[in-house]
C-alpha cells in the first residue's frame, strides 16, 4: 500500500521551498521579467529563431533558473493549502492509541544542512551549473520518494508541526502492530489518549488527539520524551 503518494508529493516539494526561495534571491533580476515577455511575445511568429536567441542570451540560464523557483515555491504553498485542508477531511478514527512516543530532535535543522544549504552555495547562472543541478535534484526526488526523509520538512517544522516516532499502542490494523512508525502533529499527542490519523505514507502519518477540536491542551502535557 502506498498511502497517500501525491500528498507525499507535496510534502517533498515543500520540503524544498527553502532553497528555490534562496535561489531566487541569490540570482534573480529584475531585468529578466523583461526577457520572459519579449520571448512569449515573439516565439509564436518565429519559434526555432526565438529559442535559438534566448538559449545564447547571457542571461538564459538564470532565467529558466528564476522561473523554476517560482514555479517551485507557487507548487509549494498549493501543498501546504492541500495538507492543512486534508486535516480537516481525511482524518481516519478507530479508537487507536499510541505508545513509546519519542520526539525526533532537529529533524528540520538536519534536512535544511543536509540538502538546502549545499545546493544554494552552488554557482547556477551557468548552463552547465543549471544542468547538474536539475540533475542533483532529480536524484534527491527520486532518494526522497524512496525513503521516508522527506518527513524532516523544514517548513513543517518552522510553521510549529512535530515529529515524534510510536507505535500503536491499540489498533485493528495487522500491520501496524508493535511497529515502529512516523508521527507528525500541529497539537499535543500523549500516550493512550484516542486518536485520528491521516496516512501519508506507508509507515508516516498526520496525527492529533481525538478530542483536540473540543478543548485546549497545553503543550506540556504531550508524551514526547525530553
Known amino acids: 500500500m502506498n498511502g497517500s503518494s501525491r500528498m507525499k508529493d507535496l510534502l517533498i516539494v515543500q520540503a524544498f521551498a527553502p ?23 515573439t516565439v509564436c511568429r518565429s519559434p526555432y529563431e526565438t529559442l535559438t536567441k534566448a538559449m545564447q542570451h547571457p542571461l538564459f540560464a538564470t532565467t529558466v533558473l528564476e522561473l523554476v523557483c517560482i514555479g517551485w515555491f507557487i507548487l509549494s504553498l498549493w501543498g501546504f493549502w492541500k495538507f492543512t485542508d486534508s486535516q480537516n477531511a481525511n482524518l481516519v478514527s478507530q479508537g487507536e492509541a499510541l505508545k513509546k512516543i519519542e520526539k525526533i ?46 518527513y524532516q520538512n523544514p517548513v513543517l517544522v518552522f510553521l510549529g508541526y512535530e515529529v515524534f516516532r510510536f507505535q500503536f499502542d491499540t489498533t485493528q490494523v495487522s500491520r501496524y502492530q508493535e511497529t515502529q512508525l512516523v508521527g507528525i502533529t500541529r497539537r499535543p499527542v500523549r500516550e493512550g489518549k484516542s486518536i485520528k490519523r491521516q496516512e501519508i505514507a506507508d509507515d508516516v502519518f498526520y496525527i492529533c488527539e481525538e478530542n483536540e477540536d473540543k478543548k485546549n491542551v497545553k503543550g506540556t502535557d504531550h508524551g514526547f520524551d525530553s
Open 19 to 41: 532553497l528555490f526561495l534562496i535561489l531566487l534571491v541569490k540570482f534573480g533580476k529584475l531585468e529578466t521579467i523583461g526577457l520572459v515577455w519579449k520571448f512569449f511575445r
Open 105 to 150: 530532535p532537529d529533524a528540520g535543522v538536519t534536512f535544511f544542512t543536509t540538502y538546502v544549504l549545499p545546493l544554494a552555495m552552488d554557482d547556477l547562472n551557468t548552463k552547465r551549473g543549471l544542468i547538474v543541478f536539475c540533475v542533483l535534484m532529480a536524484m534527491l526526488v527520486a532518494l526522497m520518494r524512496k525513503t521516508d526523509l522527506y
